[in-house]
Structures are given as structure tokens and as C-alpha cells.
């Protein structure tokens, strides 16, 4: 009963504010553009994955054209590099670069849905005891008709008949976890349905915190992106429906942490799936019918997390029509979707449109009235780019002009950003209208005379393929030594942000 008497006020207080604001705001919410002010880095070919292109028939594939669909790139602590390629495969990338199969997923799973760019074999993770446990997770996109597999959880009030796809994360056990290639068992730890038409914001990744160690409460547990499942945008009569946020009793839109040991090895309490739930999330200390697996809620698509040195923790939340995000994320706390986007209201919970938003009233967006909600550190808008936020992370590498910053980007048109990390933290004051100002990359390469050559991302990748791109298709990685990553899931390059190699400007 607590639960639902504390949701009860924050959706109170919700409704009375947004029924206090201006009229709707449909275009160009943040006048004030992102700018270059000098700051440019080297950006690096390292490695391409192989041409998996006619791997899916033309109409299963939503880039029939793109190279190798690479999403995350990740080092283990013995110095091997691994990255995947969504179409089913995860490389080891040898000391020469040299990309080799680490494991084919493609006959593992033969329901493997790759009609979307963010489905197909989406992610994985090492887990930190990888050298001796040989244990490692991954996350993929099954069709659900036709499934044996039975979902651990289908969102409230739907049922098998309305399940559209699965999403699953599995755990793997290497025999040898030493070897170059898989071999080993493999244990399904959660089942999550999706009941709209298109297979929207699939739980995206898996993490563990690296800043953890053992002794920490957090060491070993693993995290989940935050998504909606669909429920904003995912076609069909199930979509767009604002009932299925801003609900304990449900993970939708919730970042979910839990121990991925199965119950019968810990002998604490299950969650939905084959795990256990930390008594440490706060929301597992509320008892039923508030799900324990939930760290956090509130988050249309927060497809990406990382962590600072210090333990902060960071989600890239992509926005609907206009708002893209970042948050500092907090154990228990709420992030607003879909009664906030940025620190404006969402048009859609109050019966208008998703392409919406409403202006929140001073007192609120000025801390002076509290709503219940958190509210992000960095926000752009949609007239900067076409426009989906990928992942960020904290640098302290080698690179002088980044250190102390906060670099991400924009997945569509492939731009770098960067915001002041400790604007961020100043940013995190519970005053909603309080965030950082960003600043654009500009990105260059040294051709082989040494000469500077000023590049976007999109002019990398059509380089690279040949031909003119739509998107760019970015992501962000980073290495066990703090560098960054730089992919596409559109030519299959690797490529690395770098000190300056020297030459002329």
C-alpha cells in the first residue's frame, strides 16, 4: 500500500502542473544551438568486422546494405578486445587487428528478429570474474509467434495471445574462458515480451558497475538498459499507451538490477527470471507489488549506462519528438517518462499528442515545488540533430582536451559532444531548468603527408563503404585504459579517438 499512496502523489502533483503551463510547444524547444569552439580531436581506424552483408534476406535485414552492424565494443582485463556484430556474431580482435569469431550466435537462436537496427544479437558483457568463472551475457530479439520460449514477464494486462517478440538475456559459461573461441554451456536468465507491432526499444544492453569491486554491495550484479518496450512509438493498437509508465508493478521503462545467480545458487529471493533480486534496490525493500529487480524507472529508451571513477552513474536516454537526454541515475529514483521529456511535460500523458510538450511553471522548473521526478544534466533538442542520443562516457584518458569531460553523441547524424563533467554534477542540484552546456567535436584525421583533415563521422563511413549514407549509425565504447571508441553499425569500423599524431594543420 505505501507503493501506490507515494506513486498516487507524484502523479498528482504531475497532472496539476502540467494543467498550470503554457500551450504546446511542437518544434524547437531549446533555441540555443551547439556549437564548435575549437575543440577537435584525431579520430583513428582501428579494426573492420567482416562483410556480413546477405547473411538475412533483404526484407529481414533493416540495413541490407550496411557492412557489419557493430554495437558495442568491450576489453577484457587480459588486454583481448571483443566486439559484436549484430547480424549474430561476437569477434575476438587479435593482436594485429585482425577480427576473428568468437562465437556464432546465428544457429544458436534461429528465431533471431533483425528487422530493426536496434534488434538482432544486440549486446553483451563480460562479467568481472570472466578469467575464472568464464561467464559472459548477451542480449537478443526473438519473433514470439511460433516461440517455445515462455516470457518471465508480459507487460500488465496483456497476454500470451498479444506477445508480438521476446527479449532475452542469456548466460554463457566458457569452458576455457583463456581460449580464442567459445565453447561452454548456456543458461537463459530472462524472458521479456514485447506486445507492440514493431520491435521498439528492446532492453538494449547489459552491464555490470566497473568501479565495483569485491566487498562492494554492487560487485557482480548486473544492470539493464531502461526501456519502454514500445509502448511510445511501437506501431500497432498496443502502442503509445502512457498506462504502461510510471508503474512499480511493471519494468517497463525501468533499469532493472539483480544478481544474475540463480536463486538455487544463492538461495535468496527470485526476480521475474532466473536470478536474485539484491535486497539493496530500494524498491525490493517496498515489498509487493513493487517489482525488487528495479533500480530505477522513468526512461523511454536509456539504451546506454556507464559509470565515472567515482562510482556516478550515467544513462543516455533517447527522447521522442524533440528532447534527447542524460541522466545521473540514483537507486529508487524516478526519471519521468511519459510525464516528463527534459524538463518539459509530454504532451501524451495529458491526452495530446507525443510530438507535444508543455512548459512546466517556474516554481517547478526552478526547485522551489517538488514533482517527484529527476530530471536530466544534458539536454539537446531535435533542431540540432535527426536525433537519438547514444552512450557517454567520462574520460580521463590521454587525450588533454577531453579529460574532465563527458563525451558522447548523436547516433543518427554521427556528431561528438562533449559537457563539462563537473557542470554536470552542479547540474544535479534537484532543480529541474539547471543543466550543462554541450559543445560539438570537430573530428579530424592526418593524411599521409601529416596534413590535418577536418571529418564528420557520416564522411568516415562513406569513405569506408563507397557510397553515400543515410545515418550514421554512431556509437561510443570505451577501452579497459580509458580511451574511446568510435563504431558504425553501417561500414563496421572500428575507430579510436587519439592524441594528435603530429604533422601540419
Known amino acids: 500500500m505505501r507503493t501506490w499512496i507515494w506513486f498516487g502523489i507524484v502523479t498528482l502533483l504531475a497532472v496539476r502542473t502540467v494543467c498550470a503551463a503554457d500551450g504546446p510547444i511542437t518544434s524547437n524547444p531549446i533555441p540555443e544551438p551547439i556549437v564548435k569552439r575549437g575543440l577537435a580531436v584525431q579520430v583513428k581506424d582501428i579494426a573492420r568486422l567482416p562483410d556480413t552483408r546477405g547473411l538475412r534476406p533483404a526484407k529481414q535485414d533493416s540495413a541490407p546494405t550496411a557492412w557489419a552492424r557493430v554495437s558495442f565494443v568491450r576489453d577484457l582485463p587480459d588486454g583481448r578486445r571483443f566486439a559484436n556484430d549484430s547480424r549474430g556474431f561476437l569477434y575476438w580482435i587479435d593482436s594485429n587487428n585482425r577480427p576473428q569469431v568468437y562465437a556464432d550466435l546465428t544457429t544458436v537462436f534461429p528465431l533471431t528478429v533483425h528487422l530493426r537496427l536496434q534488434n538482432g544479437f544486440i549486446g553483451f558483457v563480460f562479467h568481472p570474474e570472466f578469467a575464472n568463472n568464464g561467464l559472459l551475457y548477451t542480449v537478443h530479439v526473438e519473433y514470439g509467434w511460433g516461440n517455445p520460449g515462455t516470457p518471465d514477464f508480459i507487460p500488465p494486462g496483456y497476454g500470451l495471445k498479444d506477445v508480438t517478440y521476446h527479449n532475452v538475456i542469456t548466460e554463457w559459461r566458457a569452458t576455457n574462458p583463456a581460449a580464442n573461441t567459445f565453447a561452454g554451456t548456456r543458461r537463459e536468465v530472462l524472458r521479456v515480451a514485447n506486445v507492440v507491432a514493431d520491435v521498439t526499444h528492446p532492453i538494449g544492453a547489459v552491464e555490470f558497475n566497473p568501479t565495483a569491486r569485491p566487498g562492494d554491495p554492487d560487485y557482480g550484479l548486473l544492470y539493464t538498459s531502461g526501456s519502454d518496450l514500445g509502448f511510445s512509438n511501437g506501431g500497432g493498437p498496443n502502442a503509445s499507451n502512457p498506462a504502461q509508465t510510471q508503474r512499480l508493478d511493471s519494468i517497463v521503462t525501468a533499469i532493472l538490477r539483480f544478481d544474475p545467480r540463480s536463486p538455487s545458487v544463492t538461495g535468496g529471493r527470485k526476480g521475474l527470471g532466473d536470478y536474485t533480486i539484491p535486497m539493496a534496490n530500494k524498491f525490493a525493500a517496498m515489498g509487493p507489488p513493487a517489482l525488487g529487480e528495479i533500480y530505477a524507472f522513468g526512461f523511454r529508451n536509456a539504451h546506454r549506462l556507464s559509470w565515472d571513477t567515482d562510482g556516478t552513474m550515467f544513462a543516455s536516454d533517447i527522447g521522442m519528438n524533440h528532447i534527447e537526454e542524460i541522466n545521473i541515475v540514483r537507486n529508487g529514483e524516478n526519471y519521468g517518462w511519459m510525464q516528463r521529456e527534459g524538463y518539459f511535460a509530454n504532451g501524451r500523458f495529458r491526452g495530446g499528442a507525443l510530438n507535444e510538450l508543455y512548459r512546466l511553471p517556474p516554481e517547478i522548473l526552478d526547485g522551489r515545488v517538488k514533482d517527484g521526478f529527476t530530471y536530466p544534466v544534458v539536454v539537446y533538442d531535435h533542431d540540432e540533430a535527426r536525433a537519438a542520443i547514444t552512450a557517454g562516457f567520462a574520460y580521463h584518458g590521454r587525450i588533454a582536451a577531453l579529460r574532465g569531460k563527458f563525451v558522447f553523441g548523436d547516433i ?91 604533422g601540419t594543420n
Open 412 to 502: 543518427v547524424s554521427g556528431r561528438v559532444f562533449v559537457s563539462d563533467l563537473a557542470a554536470m554534477r552542479k547540474a544535479d542540484d534537484g532543480i529541474p531548468q539547471t543543466v550543462a552546456p554541450i559543445e560539438e567535436v570537430q573530428l579530424y584525421i592526418r593524411d599521409e603527408s601529416g596534413r590535418r583533415v577536418d571529418v564528420s563521422l557520416r564522411d568516415l563511413v562513406e569513405r569506408t563503404m563507397g557510397n553515400p549514407v543515410v545515418r550514421a549509425d554512431l556509437h561510443i565504447g570505451i577501452s579497459r585504459d580509458g580511451e574511446l571508441f568510435l563504431t558504425s553499425r553501417q561500414d563496421g569500423m572500428i575507430r579510436m579517438l587519439v592524441p594528435d599524431s603530429g
